[in-house]
Every structure is written in structure tokens, then in C-alpha cells.
């Protein structure tokens, strides 16, 4: 069973530039959360997807947009980037089972904005 | 809103030994989860424990357990016999419990070494 997988592993693009980010969660799970985490900080919540509309978002401006599609994969998009948005984005997956939640990561993407 | 807060930026301790990093958080909620995860350098984030707050039991999972004090919003985590493979960075960190609410919130994190 694979688990979170994330594409591409590191990024680099120049100010200005836009950004696709790609997410396939662990099989069978059908919430989809973005994180972001700056270098030696805790991740910090950019939003959530659930049947393939946002249902929760964290305090990230409109140039961070996302997308789920039936497959329960997501996308996260970044336009017009800003040098303060190099960082390590985090897809994390999961699913409710038996009043259960537990998020599975994978190992991020690494975007560096020149 | 919530917040995580970890005190200790570093620690280190020699192999086999016990360590306890500490966690507090600020919440006006009475129901929720409170975690703890492992990011080594390899940058993917591991679950190490999970506690629900309406048990009064604190969580144990082979060498890691906590000390969850639910009225001083206290959560640490101990690691018994640590191992050259805990050296990692590690976060405490909340989410409210109920369906739409799996939004985790982070502490800044602690990076602990493990010297052999």
C-alpha cells in the first residue's frame, strides 16, 4: 500500500512565476491537507479538500489555490511568488474510521523562489 | 484559536538514556487530539502518538508515552531507551475532534540529537 506521495520532490522558480504542486493520497483516504512549513518552523495549515471542495483554509492569501479531483489526488497552486514563499510544502491524507482521524504525510516538496 | 507552543528549541542525550520534551497549548475547547510526530531528515512527518483528551489515560506506544495534564494544557512526551534512529526534529500538535475539523495545528518544534 502506498502511502502519500508528493511531485516533485524540489522546485526552483523565480519571482513572479506560478507553481503547480501535485498529491496523491494513501489508497482510500479522501481528505486531502496542505501545509506549509518555512525553514526551522512547524508547518503551518494553507487548506483542505473534501469531495473535491475546500472546506477548511488557514490565513494564506488567494495566490495559494488548490484543486481536488475524484481520484481524491489534489494539486496546490501558488501564483505570483514571492520570495517568502520558498518553503517545504507538506500533502497530508486522511481518512475518518471509527471516530478515527489520523493525517499521513509524505515527504513534502521543496519550492525555492529565486 | 489554538496554540502550540514548545519551549526546548534543541535537545540531545546520550543513547540509551531517557528524555522528555515538553509541549503546552491554549485552547477554549473540551474535546480534541493532541499529537506528537517525528520529521527526520528525510522531511516526512511521522505519527509517534496520539492522545484524545477526554481520556484520562495517557498514551503509551512501546518506548514513547506521554504526560498529558489536561487542566495546565500540558502534553510531553518521554522517550525511553533512545535510539540513534529518534534523532529527528519533533512536533507537538493539536486538532479539534469532529468530522471537518482535521486542521493540525504546530508547535515550532524540537530538534533532539541522540549521541551515541
Known amino acids: 500500500d502506498a502511502g502519500v506521495t508528493q511531485s516533485p520532490t524540489h522546485l526552483i522558480k523565480t519571482r513572479g512565476q506560478q507553481v503547480t504542486l501535485r498529491c496523491s493520497p494513501k489508497s482510500g483516504h479522501d481528505t486531502v491537507s496542505w501545509y506549509q512549513q518555512a525553514l526551522g518552523q512547524g508547518p503551518q495549515f494553507i487548506f483542505q479538500y473534501y469531495e473535491e471542495e475546500e472546506r477548511q483554509r488557514g490565513n494564506f492569501p488567494d495566490r495559494f489555490s488548490g484543486h481536488q479531483f475524484p481520484n481524491y489526488s489534489s494539486e496546490l497552486n501558488v501564483n505570483a511568488l514571492l520570495l517568502g514563499d520558498s518553503a517545504l510544502y507538506l500533502c497530508a491524507s486522511s481518512l475518518w474510521v471509527l471516530a478515527k482521524n489520523i493525517q499521513y504525510f509524505g515527504a513534502g516538496t521543496r519550492l525555492s523562489v529565486l | ?116
Open chain 2, 1 to 116: 484559536a489554538q496554540t502550540v507552543t514548545q519551549s526546548q528549541p534543541e535537545m540531545s542525550v546520550q543513547e540509551a538514556e531517557t528524555v522528555t520534551l515538553s509541549c503546552t497549548y491554549d485552547t477554549s475547547e473540551n474535546n480534541y487530539y493532541l499529537f506528537w510526530y517525528k520529521q527526520p531528515p528525510s522531511r516526512q512527518m511521522i505519527l509517534v502518538i496520539r492522545q484524545e483528551a477526554y481520556k484520562q489515560q495517557n498514551a503509551t506506544e512501546n518506548r514513547f508515552s506521554v504526560n498529558f495534564q489536561k487542566a495546565a494544557k500540558s502534553f510531553s512526551l518521554k522517550i525511553s531507551d533512545s535510539q540513534l534512529g529518534d534523532t529527528a526534529m519533533y512536533f507537538c500538535a493539536f486538532m479539534k475532534r469532529g468530522v471537518g475539523n482535521e486542521k493540525l495545528t504546530f508547535g515550532t518544534g524540537t530538534r533532539l540529537t541522540i549521541i551515541p
